[in-house]
């Protein structure tokens, strides 16, 4: 329970840095950006970690920045020059790790933006892997923007709440099945799973049958929607 009570917590922070830090918002899209765009040049294992490691790099200076800022503003309203110098030294980290990103995005990407076609794009959304990865990211995202509206009423991030996260990454994943895969044996398999999912969730009383009932909706519509626009850019 401890460990659920930190979860939240950390999730709580990660949403309130995003709804509340303008440059949080910047940096997230940037980030997706990015992803995308080293998905679509063919990027190295190498170089994805590189740029996951610079991303988290900026994530973490942005949030502490975000920190230092609460900290010195509770501890006094008043001017006071370290206060200064504290949101100061605070933002110089940001801007550090904003200008290694550059660098980093710039070392990496420079010589295949020449080369860049769509092509690339055909190849990525031909991938069912990749779609389904990106189903479910999307998925997860979709659901934490609920929850962070809804949770003062009931809930957290991981537990309870509206909607049923673990149902809507069930029904998510048996829906990619049911589109790419050809074993009926398979998607069978997965929407019993994806049942028993949801039915754990009420079950346990953590959800209520409207919370899973969204949960499942939007799994499976935001996968739908997705498959579907990767075959409109195909063809």
Sequence with gaps: MRFINSVNHAFAGIVHAFKNEGNMKIHVVVALLTVLAAVLTYSTRYEMIALSITITFVFLAEMLNT???????????????LAKVAKNVAAGAVLIAALNALVVGYLVFYRKINSFSFVSLS???HLP??????SLVVVGLIVIIIKARS????????????????????????AAMSLVGKDPVVTSFSAIMAVIVAESRLETNVHTFTEVA???LIGVLVTVIIFQISNMLIF
Excluded: C
């Excluded at 900290?71 to 008043?78: A, I, N, S």
């Excluded at 892997?129 to 990106?134: D, E, P, S, V």
């Design 214 to 216: 969204v949960g499942a």
């Design 67 to 81: 920190a230092v800022e609460a900290v010195v503003d509770l501890v006094t309203e008043k001017y006071h020059e």
């Design 123 to 125: 190849y990525m959304v």
């Design 151 to 174: 949770i003062k009423k009931r809930g957290s991030y991981i537990h309870g709440g509206m909607p049923s996260g673990h149902t809507a990454l069930a029904f998510s994943l048996f």
């Design 129 to 134: 892997a990749h779609l389904t990865f990106a």
